[in-house]
């Protein structure tokens, strides 16, 4: 059986909410009401991942028109981490501190150069993983080689990037089917259970 997401409405598996497919922090956090990994823990808009932008399947770009794509951010000298610790960094905001923030894989691995760091904005972390050199974070970042002036608002979120839950419009639809039924409170109740 599926629990849903309260936030954004992702079905997880219940026996995998507990055994494995989020972390036991996560697992606690979705369980309390706030979130799950796919819309960030109820911060990122799930049609665009937090871009902003509508896909271009048309794009050259490396992110192939993603405007997001993953990124391992290694130690200062582009090494893994010795152990585990929690990013500094904020969600929406580039990674400022002396970090290697590299992409694609090897021979190929390249490195986002400081000028090209102040337009990757932090879009999601993942947990850390570890490799056979050490530890390293993962995060999604967004593309800082496509040019963000041509490209579509994500029409779910209006270029936002944050998660858009739709309660507001489920609220005053509750109050106008409340009215509509009246005195009939068992109807209303049923109903208001059946919407939500």
């Known amino acids: 059986m ?3 997401c309260a936030k954004c409405g ?3 598996d219940s026996y995998g909410v507990h055994h494995g497919d989020l972390t036991p922090a996560e697992s606690r956090r979705f369980l309390r009401g706030e979130g799950c990994p796919s819309c960030n823990f109820g911060t990122t808009c799930t049609q665009c991942g937090g871009s902003g932008k509508e896909e271009d399947n ?3 770009c490396y992110c192939r ?3 997001s794509f993953l990124v391992r951010v290694t130690d200062y000298d582009g090494k893994c981490f010795s152990g585990r610790f929690d990013l500094p960094a904020t969600i929406g905001q580039p990674i400022l501190r002396d970090y290697t923030l590299q992409y694609d894989w090897q ?3 390249k490195t986002i150069t400081p000028a090209e760091r102040a337009k990757a904005v932090l879009l999601k972390i993942y ?3 570890e490799c056979r050199d050490g530890w ?3 995060v999604k970042l967004a593309c800082p080689f496509c040019d963000v002036t041509k490209a579509m608002p994500c029409t779910t979120c209006n270029g936002t990037g944050k998660l858009v839950t739709g309660h507001e419009d489920k609220q005053e639809l509750f109050q106008v089917v409340g009215q509509l039924l009246g005195g009939d409170q ?3 109740t049923a109903m208001l259970e059946d919407m939500s």
Request: hydrophobic share 25%; charged share 40%; glycine share 8%.
């Open 136 to 138: 390293f974070h993962e």
């Open 65 to 67: 028109g993603k405007y």
């Open 127 to 129: 947990d850390m993983k």
């Open 10 to 12: 992702e079905p997880w």
């Open 107 to 109: 021979p190929n691995v």
């Open 2 to 4: 599926d629990i849903h």
């Open 186 to 188: 068992d109807g209303a």
């Open 58 to 60: 048309r794009s050259k």
